[in-house]
Nanobody, 125 residues
Framework: QVQLVESGGGSVQAGGSLSLSCAASGGTFSNYDMGWFRQAPGKEREVVAA????????YYADSVKGRFTTSRDNAKNTGYLQMNSLKPEDTAVYYC??????????????????WGQGTQVTVSA
């Protein structure tokens, strides 16, 4: 069973950048596809980005396409979400998630087995 811990959240002005990390432990990181989600107050959780186990397949929600980039370093057991040109509507708690790669799930789907605790991202106008 893999454990996930996000870091790197914080407050930034609109137009700024933040980089989130997701450190994995307790399992072989390369056995898992990864996803990034966010949940704003009063809204449902939504998928932001996803990356397959080897980093060759990525997916981005339309709302972040061209601004966010997801990557991973399996040797460091860490996934990343680089967020540029941030907007106030990007304000949310951001979560990383993992699921076994053998399922070969569509990267657009939201079913994940393991979740981090979340990190707050606040973008001011």
């Amino acid at each position: 069973q893999v454990q996930l811990v996000e870091s790197g959240g914080g407050s930034v002005q609109a137009g700024g950048s933040l980089s989130l990390s997701c450190a994995a432990s307790g399992g072989t990181f390369s056995n898992y596809d990864m996803g990034w989600f966010r949940q704003a107050p009063g809204k449902e959780r939504e998928v932001v980005a996803a990356i397959n186990w080897i980093g060759r397949i990525t997916y981005y929600a339309d709302s972040v396409k061209g601004r966010f980039t997801t990557s991973r370093d399996n040797a460091k057991n860490t996934g990343y979400l680089q967020m540029n040109s941030l907007k106030p509507e990007d304000t949310a708690v951001y979560y990383c998630a993992a699921r076994p790669r053998w399922r070969q799930d569509d990267p657009r789907t939201s079913v994940y087995d393991y979740w981090g605790q979340g990190t707050q991202v606040t973008v001011s106008a």
